[in-house]
């Protein structure tokens, strides 16, 4: 069972472009402990949109993290915790295109590995209902601009699985690009990896490091207060470098500044 | 002499040879792992440079041929479509392949590995009685370390590709599969030039500059004496087309004509998945390759010998077809998609790890995207060097987007990772790291294959204090040691996980 977000948030929601709309939130294991303010910032955002937002408990993981590293068993019991979250729902909405990605692509491919067919009939339905935030804001509710406000310098890493995997094209540009006050300068060699990788930067940290050091440096180049990107786990190593070397830029999700508004 | 021409050695070691030893004999036998490996190459500013500069050019050129081409993704899919039917029947094309080659009087040889073509290569080279032959750039010949092979058998083995030559000069081995030398600039290739060209042939010039026109005539003359010795030409192939019986060789430099034309005899090296079934096929793949690999809308040299003209080149053709490994990745359903690669490179110039690695880290001739997804299903996976190589990745998949015959490279490294795995799994590792990991993937699948562990876990390490030395980072979810925070800050761990925050905010669970 799941919990869901108090009608008393919801009054007046008609006219909203998600009024009516029941979205599930996957806030992933990476920012439940360790950015839960992009996940707050995610639920308030649909909240404003007029969505009635629900948190299945029983979500834990994508499953990324053993999919990646080889460990097909040992992702089983995730991805059945996913199906068991948000088979009931017609949306699953997410501030990560690299776990998206992983649930529409890998959740398949493993549940067919295990040959388990009632399996592969659960995830077909779960893999195709979950979105990343910002195809949900653009392709669902049709918004580009959610009345954002962020008075700021930024620059802007399209995280890959996002741009590559997910293939979001401009919808988080666009999104971006209605966000009042804010001024964005070109990040140099944009497209190029920032080098985290999940345990690439475990198995190989040197590369991932002086992956992480060039983008940090290009991120320092362009001037800005924060580097904007989708996908917390990149930011938490540009994020992590940039903060060693006193910078003065962040890292922040691209939720937290759509989710700020004026009145903030 | 610049600090990086480490690799250099003037003349051979004091060994006898006939041409430059390739350090460690030309094998990766006794190479570190690749994250080993890879710290020593990331201190050499030099080669850093000269990858930067050489993948971004590259990268550039071939993102302005793309997009001038309208109808690339149609064209990519065309091969996509021709190179899944060529697995699909490889049997059958193999056999026409033969029957063609046969008809237009070319002797057509099976070598089963590296050994054996090697074997068949030397064999015949040698009954025709010389000591030296002349190559056209092929990496088959470097899969199968032929040149060492033909050194042992008296046969002095000359590259004429300016890359190739530039490499075998160096006593260096090749780091890119169309530009060999990408890892050398011009003052390093002069001084290559200047050192080694005396001890094997004409001389270079004294007084030679680095300027490139300059660098190119010096190679040009040298290996001009090579070219109108030579009896025997040893090649690779871009493409055997089934139902003519020939064979396409394109190249940029006019050695590979050279190759083609002086010498009587022809060997041919060439990996069974190279066939095409048709003379109509090429039209596609003749507009992917040049394009993919050196941004060009044509390559300078176009070559195709459908067999013996009398008194028209060579007059005695070999083609040997090797497996060595193939067919076991043809084996593999999710796998065997790497068959269809054309060694464009494109893989490998878009690839943020070996434009910082070099092409030497990886323990084999085929570095970047395509050999980690390659060299293990070739090699197998019983040496560490080949299990890590699938580890060698980011999964950013800027490769997946270019390669020109659409190539999963993120799934097939996730398989092979999972083959990985499985083999690791069924062995006790002395390994600790490998021990540490199994571990560690276990006590994951625990913790958040179900929402109750997960939230325990959370708990406990909570109340057992966040901060547990300075590197406790909480419980996170990804393995980080140590060495991660060696690089980096985490520098808050929220009080409240959003659970908590959702419960205090969002009412109570039910
Ligand atoms: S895998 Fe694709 S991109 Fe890489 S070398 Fe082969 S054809 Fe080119």
């Known amino acids: 069972m799941t ?7 919801r009054a007046g929601t ?88 992983a649930v529409r692509d890998q959740h398949p491919m493993l549940a067919e590995h295990a040959g388990d067919k009632g399996l592969m009939r659960d995830v077909e339905h779960t893999s195709k209902i979950s979105l990343d935030i910002s195809e949900f804001l653009v392709d669902v509710l049709g918004v580009t601009d959610v009345g954002a406000y962020f008075p700021h310098l930024v620059t802007i890493h399209p995280s890959c699985h996002g741009m590559r995997l997910l293939k979001l094209g401009d919808r988080p540009f666009k999104l971006l690009e209605n966000v009042k006050g804010m001024t964005t300068v070109d990040l140099p060699a944009a497209e190029q990896c920032c ?19 060039d983008k940090a440096r290009h991120i320092r180049e362009t001037g800005a207060e924060y580097v904007v990107g989708w996908d917390n786990s990149c930011l938490l190593s540009i994020g992590g470098v940039l903060s060693r070397q006193n910078a003065g830029v962040k890292a922040i999700h691209m939720v937290e500044i759509l989710a700020n508004t004026e009145e903030d | 002499m610049t600090t990086e021409l480490r690799r250099i050695t003037e003349g051979n070691y004091g060994v006898a040879r006939l041409t430059p030893a390739p350090e460690h004999g030309g094998t990766f036998l006794g190479q570190p792992k690749f994250p080993k490996a890879v710290k020593n190459e990331l201190k050499l500013v030099v080669q850093r440079k000269n990858m930067r500069n050489a993948t971004t050019t590259i990268r550039n050129k071939r993102a302005l041929r793309v997009t001038e081409t309208p109808n690339w993704e149609d064209i990519r899919q065309a091969a996509y479509e021709v190179k899944n039917r060529v697995g699909r029947h490889l049997d059958y094309y193999l056999e026409q392949a033969e029957k063609s080659l046969t008809a237009n009087g070319v002797h057509v040889h099976w070598a089963r590995d590296a050994e054996e073509a090697n074997r068949i290569v030397g064999e015949i080279a040698k009954a025709k009685g010389v000591q030296e032959v002349v190559k056209i750039k092929s990496i088959t010949t470097q899969e199968t370390d032929l040149n060492e092979h033909l050194e042992e058998q008296g046969i002095a083995a000359w590259e004429t590709d300016l890359a190739e030559l530039i490499v075998q000069l160096g006593h260096d081995r090749p780091s890119h599969i169309v530009v060999p030398g990408i890892h050398r600039n011009r003052a390093e290739v002069r001084e290559i030039f200047l050192r080694e060209m005396k001890n094997y042939g004409r001389p270079c010039p004294e007084d030679i500059t680095s300027n490139p026109p300059e660098l190119a005539n010096a190679a040009r003359l040298h290996l001009r004496e090579k070219f109108l010795r030579a009896k025997v030409a040893v090649s690779g192939a871009n493409f055997i087309l089934a139902d003519t019986g020939s064979l396409v060789i394109v190249e940029s430099e006019g050695n590979g004509r050279m190759c083609l034309t002086l010498p009587d005899t022809l060997i041919s090296l060439v990996g069974i998945e190279k066939v095409l079934p048709s003379y109509d096929d090429l039209e596609i793949f003749l507009k992917l390759l040049p394009r993919s690999a050196t941004g060009e809308r044509m390559n300078p040299y ?27 990745v043809l084996a593999d ?36 995207p395509i050999g980690i997804t390659l060299t293990p299903q070739l090699r197998g996976i019983d040496d560490p060097v080949d299990r890590g190589m699938p580890y060698a990745c980011t999964l950013c998949a800027a490769c997946v987007e270019v390669c020109p015959v659409k190539i999963p490279f993120t799934d097939i490294i996730v398989h092979l990772r999972n083959r990985v795995a ?20 276990k006590a994951a699948a625990w913790v958040l294959g179900d929402y109750k562990h997960w939230e325990t876990t959370m708990y406990a390490t909570r109340a057992a204090g966040r901060v547990v030395g300075k590197h406790k980072i909480g419980p996170l979810p990804v393995p980080v040691a140590n060495r991660w925070l060696d690089y980096r800050n985490v520098d808050h761990i929220p009080s409240q996980t959003f659970r908590d925050w959702w419960k205090a905010n969002r009412g109570e669970e039910k």
């Open chain 1, 3 to 9: 919990t869901t977000t108090s009608p008393g948030t």
């Open chain 2, 333 to 368: 359903p999710v796998g065997r998609e790497v068959l269809r690669c054309i060694r464009c490179a494109s893989c490998i110039n878009v690839c943020p790890v070996y434009e910082r690695a070099g092409g030497h880290a990886y323990g084999s001739v085929y570095p970047g």
């Open chain 1, 14 to 101: 008609s006219g909203l472009p998600g009024a009516g709309l029941d979205v599930a939130v996957f806030i992933t294991c990476i920012n439940d402990v360790l950015f839960p303010q992009t996940g707050i910032a995610m639920t308030k955002l649909l909240e404003r949109l007029g969505c009635r937002v629900h948190f299945p408990k029983e979500q834990t993981c994508c499953a990324q993290l053993t999919t990646n590293t080889g460990y097909f068993k040992e992702s089983m019991g995730m991805v059945e915790s996913y199906v068991k979250a948000y088979s009931d729902y017609d949306y699953v909405v997410a501030p990560s295109g690299s776990c998206i990605a």
């Open chain 2, 302 to 328: 176009n070559s195709v010998w459908s067999g013996v003209t009398p008194n028209d080149g060579p007059q005695e053709q070999h083609v040997v077809f090797m497996d060595n490994g193939r067919t076991n």
């Open chain 2, 422 to 441: 499985d083999a690791e799994r069924k062995e006790f590792s002395t390994d600790v790291e490998v021990a540490a990991e199994k571990a560690l993937m």
């Open chain 1, 195 to 213: 080098g985290f990788g999940g345990t690439f930067s475990v198995k190989n940290p040197d590369m991932s490091s002086t992956m992480t050091a």
